[in-house]
């Protein structure tokens, strides 16, 4: 779902079905075609729908579960999913869950140039992810580690810069932006592996939830468990085979990603910036982020204000 102004519920509907069919003139007014971007905070649980438009779906903040047909996903902070014209899917679970939205009509952006068109296609897109068999819905989910994700976000807030401006450099610009978007994805695209039974997804994305409800807390493992409602030893084992790392190394890159996109978005100090992302020493918190980043957190706020 984007960030849709409140329409009546039989105007929007196709006659002999129940699924809502969300539509441009569904957008907020100062979203038109073929490209904007919604930010969506809070998102509530919505019911199975669908779009007239092509959608990115970037997860900024919480977390949650995406059903694409017989398929749930959990979904975290650095998740990145395509949603193509007529796909259903439903929000569920969801836990401050923040995400911006990419919406776009590829029949307009191909339009601009040949070149274009070609890269417009169907099978072009869907290799950005999530990719789904024509016989049944199937989700991949990309999930971009904490430098990445902050390179993407930066993309992002350069092109909706663009969107709000009136001059044709401003189209021209935003188009530019959408397509290095594109490209950055399809580069970085590696398929998202299940976690297996829905009820292991709950557990897993309940943790998840207050990991990222509490990142700047001195929380321990202890902490996270007790939110899964199972053993130790069964939700390491969950937790890991759905986000590919432990708890702890979940918090601590998290924490690293948290203060990444502080670094580009504020005028905050470093120290200033590891207090207020969970960590206690600014010099530890600077070891971590020259490991994590290869550089600095003073050269990577000096690198993305100069980018």
Known sequence: ???MRAVSGQSRRPQNSRL??????????KHARPLAIVRATNHPAYPCHRHEFWEIVIVYRGSGLMSFGRRTLPIRVGDVFVLSRGQRHAYLETRSLDVINIVFDPAHVGSVHPALADWMRHESLVS???SWKPSETEGECLHLGSSDFALLLDKVRRMETELEGQMTENRIASLAYFLLIITFLRRHRRPWESSGSTAAGHRVSRAMGFIEEHFSDPITVEDIVSHSQVSRRHFFRLFEQAVGVAPMEYLKKLRLQKAASMLLTSNVSVT???FACGFNDSNYFSSLYHKEFGMSPSQFKKNGRNG
């Open 20 to 29: 809502r069919v969300l539509h441009w003139a569904d957008l907020p007014k």
């Open 128 to 130: 950005v992810g999530p």
């Open 272 to 274: 200033q910036v590891a």
């Open 1 to 3: 779902m984007v960030g």
